[in-house]
């Protein structure tokens, strides 16, 4: 094999020992490549891997609990039952008496919370009307309760009082509230 030398003059060199060379130096070549190759693939698992450590996370604030959505839902609630009492059955105001009971505990008084506008609104329907209005009304704002209540139990503090106990009832006798 003839092959152009660095000063310009053809030379005649040993292809064998050039493909041989080539061959070794190939081979060097990869087998360095996989031997590095297992350790930077172990480096990436075990980054992947490695949990972080407690002296890499940051302190997780926990907001407080907001229980406003569970107390307007019970303040809605005894609301409700005041101001549809005249208008249904089944008592409404004793049903939602444990609300007055649980802000007693906490040395709050409940002010009226019957609404006049809404009573005033109601007395111009014929009974079974106005019943049927507070029917709906009181059985919103129980589903509301109890859903609120839930939440609350779920993640108020142990010092903060229990949710009261409060179940709707049969707010009318026949159906619509034809009895009222």
Not at 58 to 71: G, K, Q, S
Not at 124 to 131: C, E, H, L, V
Not at 154 to 176: K, T
Request: glycine content about 8%.
């Amino acid at each position: 094999m003839t092959v152009l030398g660095a000063d310009g003059t053809l030379r005649q060199c040993n292809s064998g020992k050039v493909i041989a060379m080539i061959r070794l130096v190939l081979s060097i070549a990869l087998l360095l490549g996989f031997m590095a190759l297992p350790a930077s693939s172990q480096e990436a698992d075990a980054e992947v891997a490695a949990p972080a450590g407690p002296e890499t996370e940051e302190p997780v604030e926990v907001p407080p609990f907001d229980a406003e959505p569970f107390l307007n839902s019970m303040v809605a609630l005894r609301g409700a039952g005041l101001t549809c009492a005249p208008y249904v059955g089944d008592d409404p105001i004793r049903r939602t008496q444990g609300v007055a009971g649980y802000f007693t505990a906490l040395g709050q008084d409940l002010p009226d919370l019957g609404d006049e506008e809404t009573q005033a609104s109601l007395r111009r329907f014929i009974g079974s009307q106005a019943a049927m209005l507070c029917q709906s009304m009181l059985d919103s704002a129980f589903a509301r309760y109890h859903a609120m209540a839930t939440d609350y139990e779920a993640n108020r503090p142990p010092e903060w009082p229990a949710a009261p106990a409060a179940e709707p009832g049969a707010w009318c006798a026949q159906p619509y509230c034809l009895d009222r």
